[in-house]
């Protein structure tokens, strides 16, 4: 599976921005979907996953309630709508797919293929 995340830039905060993740190769609907973010000096950490069905999605308790991730299996496209951006959201982000056909998981190495990432950055 080969990944594509672009959208991110640079935004003052209370701003919106979309991420999208592009993915070829092996069939995008038997995938789990995820996004990671890495802030400079930090570990990358879990933002958001989504069911291969669209029908269970996870979010990281600093971004429930302002991102909403969804993603359209015909055109093989994984989205994360970001809303009321902090500067804290200021990172690398990375879209990822797992290949479980379960529910998704939050543990990145969960997910064995992973995009190049888009940098958001929030300004104050």
Known sequence: ???QASGGG???AGGSLRLSCVTSGRRFSNHAMGWFR???GKEREFVSAIKWSGSVTLYSDSVKGRFTISRDNVKNVLSLQMNNLKPE???LYYCAADETLNNPRTSQDAYPYWGQGTQVTVSS
Request: cysteine-free.
């Open 89 to 91: 959201d200021t990172a």
């Open 1 to 3: 599976v080969q990944l």
């Open 10 to 12: 640079l935004v003052q």
């Open 38 to 40: 890495q802030a400079p």
